[in-house]
């Protein structure tokens, strides 16, 4: 019989006894016990071993020699005291892990660096997450520009569901995923994924993510329905060559959040999102980011506020790493495609009954709108388009909001900015917009215009129709624009003005054709804009 000798390890604040065997240069092998077993169960495999290896064999907490527990045992401490074992014996290196019966669950949801990784299967995998809620989420989440720092306890001591690390050609297929302390499906840094038929129920907790994605590439996310409190499905970092298809979202935050790295060449296609209350689809760029060659098609959104939130601020999330004196690089946001959408936008966020806390709206979560957002000059979004695009607003909006001018520079969260000046559409500093075949109605009267271009270059706007009120300025409004085309517009109900042109730097605005008879004034000129600057051929 193999000699073998007990370690003292702290993990989690417990005392977990670790049985090892030979010698500690040798290749290291995690051996993983089951229900009724310790780490020393495994002495007939080790003496069976032919080559030398390093076997370290930890009872679980509550077995053997390990510390017990005193507030109860639940499965998710297995997978975060794997970690912290991980973590001590070795740090930031692969691990071989073989596990039986208990170990072997856990070695099962636990991936680091490994290949060819398979889940299927109609089982349920059940974080029991409400166990770790305290009331309080990771501190990470979003703040009212201005607001100081949150004072409140951060809860980070919790497991996610699923953690795949570094994992290449990883296949989770067919099984239902609930109940998480935290994410319920972080996939980090990992490639050639395929996700299909995985049904996510994750609404006990805060932060309680759908899918998370970090630096990821070629995914591809088919037949999944996701319900959850957080993102449901994060795509953080440089993720590349990913497809989502054929699938269903409802969640208080957002769908597809995008932030930071260089994320490109993704499609999201044939989804329904609905209940959604934290703007499904957000873009918000910084700092030495990048995103470019996104196709958004056929897909219906109903019960959201946002829709759509894309922002582009440079000033912003710099890198821990980045020295302070250098100076920041700009991102890019380009060739981002909208097709074929139906939308119903709701006046607020609400409380989901089946989520244990209450929503608290943001400022600025309030009668939103599709906002496509520069903060300034420097940074400016470019090539982007709308075609087939019908959204109902809920109506609503004040003179107050209609006589905004100077919109907050913010382009981090969709809510940052505070209330948007059109119910619609706004736009600032882009260039090269497309808006074909768009239709936004309204359900309640609204006092600002539908569409406000502020900084637009390059821009194309045919077949858009709108409703519009007396009581408005105007339908449309277009700040120190250039180069804007519209075309084949309709009117469809009365409004005072169809088009307000403001500002001394508006080029070459055209109007072309369409259907303005609803419209008392065709035009207007306002802060110092000139006639020579607009064409009407209408």
């Avoid at 449901?232 to 979202?249: E, I, M, Q, Y």
């Avoid at 907050?408 to 600032?428: D, H, L, S, V």
């Avoid at 077949?463 to 519009?468: M, N, P, R, V």
């Avoid at 303005?516 to 110092?528: E, F, Q």
Wanted: charged letters at 20%; proline letters at 5%; a neutral charge.
């Amino acid at each position: 019989m193999k000699p073998s000798a007990s370690l003292s390890v702290p993990v989690r604040g417990l005392a977990y006894h670790v049985r090892v065997w030979g010698d500690a240069g040798a290749p290291k092998l995690f051996m993983l016990h089951g229900r009724m077993d310790v780490g020393a169960s495994f002495q007939f495999l080790v003496d069976a071993l032919r080559r030398d290896w390093h076997v370290i064999a930890p009872d679980w907490r509550g077995f053997g020699d390990s510390e017990w527990c005193s507030d109860g045992y639940w499965f998710p401490d297995y997978l975060a005291d794997l970690e912290a074992l991980l973590d001590h014996f070795v740090p930031g290196e692969p691990a071989r892990l073989v596990g039986h019966s208990l170990g072997g669950n856990v070695v099962m949801l636990y991936a680091a660096e490994a290949e060819n990784v398979t889940i299927e299967g109609r089982g349920t995998v059940d974080g029991n997450g409400a166990t770790f809620y305290t009331g309080y989420g990771d501190g990470t989440g979003p703040r009212t520009p201005g607001a100081p720092p949150s004072t409140s306890p951060r809860n980070v001591e919790r497991p996610h569901l699923f953690v795949f690390h570094k994992c290449s050609n990883l296949v989770l297929r067919d099984a239902f995923f609930t109940r998480s302390a935290y994410h319920c499906c972080r996939i980090l840094k990992c490639d050639h994924v395929r996700i299909d038929g995985i049904r996510i129920y994750n609404r006990v907790n805060k932060n309680n993510d759908g899918f998370h994605f970090n630096d990821s590439t070629y995914v591809h996310i088919a037949n999944c329905t996701v319900q959850c409190q957080d993102d449901a499905c994060a795509l953080f970092g440089s993720n590349k060559f990913v497809t989502v298809t054929n699938c269903s979202f409802s969640t208080r935050w957002s769908v597809f959040r995008f932030g930071g790295g260089e994320c490109e060449n993704v499609t999201v296609s044939n989804c329904v999102i609905y209940d959604t209350y934290g703007c499904p689809i957000k873009l918000a760029c910084g700092n030495r980011a990048r995103f470019e060659n996104m196709l958004f098609s056929n897909l219906i959104m109903k019960n959201v506020t946002g829709p759509i939130t894309i922002g582009l601020d440079s000033r912003s999330r710099r890198s821990s790493t980045q020295p302070a004196t250098e100076p920041a690089r700009k991102g890019i946001v380009r060739n981002i495609v909208f097709n074929n959408i139906r939308a119903t936008v709701v006046k607020e966020p609400v409380n989901h009954p089946d989520i244990p806390f209450d929503v608290k709206p943001y400022l600025g979560e309030t009668r939103t709108c599709i906002t496509v957002n520069g903060v300034s000059g420097d940074d400016v979004i470019e090539n982007v388009s709308f075609t087939d695009v019908h959204v109902t607003y809920p109506g609503g909006g004040t003179k107050e909001e209609a006589d905004l001018r100077d919109v907050p520079q913010f382009a981090g969260e969709y809510f940052q900015i505070g209330p948007r000046p059109a119910y619609g559409f706004y736009a600032r500093n882009v260039r090269g917009l497309t808006l074909s075949n768009v239709r936004f109605d309204t359900e309640t009267p609204d006092l600002r215009p539908a569409v406000a271009f502020d900084h637009v270059t390059d821009a194309s706007v045919n077949g858009l129709s709108a409703t519009g009120n007396t009581e408005a300025e105007s339908l449309l409004r277009v700040i120190d624009s250039k180069d804007v085309l519209l075309s084949e517009t309709r009117v469809l109900t009365p409004v005072a003005t169809f088009l307000q042109v403001e500002g001394e730097k508006n080029e070459s605005i055209v109007v072309d054709g369409g259907s303005v008879s609803k419209a008392s004034k065709v035009l207007t000129l306002a802060r110092g804009a000139s006639e020579k600057s607009v064409t009407l051929r209408v």
